[in-house]
C-alpha cells in the first residue's frame, strides 16, 4: 500500500470515529455537564498515550520551545474545537451539529489558499462543493425533525468548525517538524491541563467535587467517556496529524462530510432515528464529493 493510500485510508478511519462520537457525547451529557465530560475524556486520552509510550518504550524529547510552537495547535484542536463542539451538542441534535459541520472544507479551502498557498483546482473547487450541497439538501430535507432554532448551538458548532479548520491548516507545517506521537501527546496534555484545571476548580469553588466523579457510576456513561478518550481524541489526533503530514488540507478537510454520513447512519442504526430517501440522496452526493475532490488532487500532485 502507498503512502498516499495509507493516508487516505487513516483519513477514513478518522470520519467514522468522528461521526460516532457526536452520538456518544450526546450519551455523557446526560449525566455531567460538557466541561466535566472534556476533562474526563483528555483524562482518559492521557493515560491510554502514557501507556503507549511505555509498553513501546518511546521515548520523547520536548523543551520549553516546542511546547511554545505545538501550544497554538493544541488550543485549536483539541482545546477550541472540543470545546464549542460540546456547548453545542448541548443544545442541538447530533445529526444537525454533524451537518453543519460540513463547513469545514469551506474555510479550510480559503485558509489554506491565504496562508498555504494551496491552489485548489476548479474540479477540487466543484467536487468539495457537491459535497457540501449533500449535506445542505439533508440538512434542508430534514428541517421538520431537526432543532434548527437554537442560534446559540449552531453557532458554538460553527464555531467548532472553523477552530477545526485552521489546525488543518496549521498543522500542515508542523507535522513535518515533529513526529506524530510528540505532537499527539503535547496536544493530549494540554487538553488534560486545561480542561482539568477548569473543571475541578469550578467544583471546588461550588463545593462539589464529589459530583465530578459521580458520572463513572452509570456503565452507558463509562462506555462513551472511553470511546471518546482512546478513540475520539487520542486515536483520532493522531490519525489527523499523519494524514496533514501527506495530505493537504483542503483534501483532509472534506473527509469532515463523511463524518456528516456516518453521524446520520449512527443515528438511525443506534437512535432508531427514522431514516429517509433523502438522507441516501444525500450520502451518494457527499461521497462522490469526496471522492472527486481527492481524486483531482491526486491527478495534480502526479503531474506536477
Known amino acids: 500500500m502507498t503512502v498516499k493510500r495509507k493516508a487516505y485510508l487513516a483519513a477514513i478511519i478518522y470520519a467514522f470515529v468522528i461521526g460516532l462520537s457526536f452520538m456518544f457525547v450526546k450519551v455523557t451529557l446526560t449525566v455531567a455537564s460538557p466541561i466535566d465530560t472534556l476533562a474526563h475524556r483528555f483524562t482518559i486520552a492521557l493515560i491510554g498515550i502514557v501507556f503507549w509510550i511505555v509498553i513501546t518504550q518511546n521515548k520523547l524529547k520536548i523543551n520549553k520551545q516546542d511546547v511554545a510552537k505545538i501550544l497554538p495547535l493544541a488550543l485549536l484542536y483539541p482545546i477550541a474545537f472540543f470545546t ?19 463547513t469545514i472544507p469551506i474555510f479550510t479551502l480559503v485558509l489554506a489558499s491565504v ?33 434548527t432554532g ?21 498543522a500542515r507545517k508542523l507535522t513535518k517538524q515533529y513526529s506524530l506521537l510528540t505532537l499527539t501527546y503535547v ?6 491541563v486545561i480542561f ?3 473543571a475541578i476548580g469550578n467544583h471546588l469553588i461550588h463545593g462539589t467535587l ?54 446520520i447512519l449512527a443515528g438511525v442504526i443506534f437512535l432508531q432515528e427514522t431514516f429517509h430517501f433523502y438522507h441516501l440522496i444525500g450520502g451518494i452526493v457527499i461521497i462522490i464529493g469526496v471522492i472527486g475532490t481527492n481524486y483531482f488532487g491526486h491527478r495534480r500532485w502526479h503531474n506536477e
Open 187 to 192: 496536544m493530549t496534555l494540554c487538553g488534560f
Open 84 to 102: 464549542f463542539q460540546v456547548l453545542g451538542l448541548a443544545r442541538i441534535s447530533s445529526t444537525e451539529a454533524g451537518i453543519i459541520q460540513a
Open 150 to 170: 437554537n442560534l446559540i448551538g449552531s453557532g458554538f458548532i460553527l464555531l467548532s468548525a472553523g477552530a477545526a479548520s485552521l489546525y488543518n491548516v496549521l
Open 210 to 263: 464529589l459530583q465530578f466523579f459521580r458520572p463513572f457510576v452509570h456503565v452507558g456513561f463509562v462506555i462513551a467517556i472511553l470511546y471518546l478518550g482512546i478513540l475520539s481524541s487520542l486515536v483520532t489526533s493522531f490519525l489527523s496529524n499523519y494524514t496533514l503530514s501527506i495530505l493537504e488540507a483542503s483534501n483532509m478537510s472534506v473527509f469532515s462530510n463523511f463524518a456528516t454520513l456516518i453521524t
Open 196 to 198: 482539568n484545571g477548569v
Open 115 to 147: 496562508l498555504l498557498r494551496e491552489k485548489a483546482t476548479r474540479e477540487q473547487i466543484i467536487f468539495i462543493s457537491l459535497s457540501v450541497f449533500g449535506v445542505i439538501y439533508m440538512l434542508f430535507m430534514n428541517n421538520g425533525s431537526a432543532s
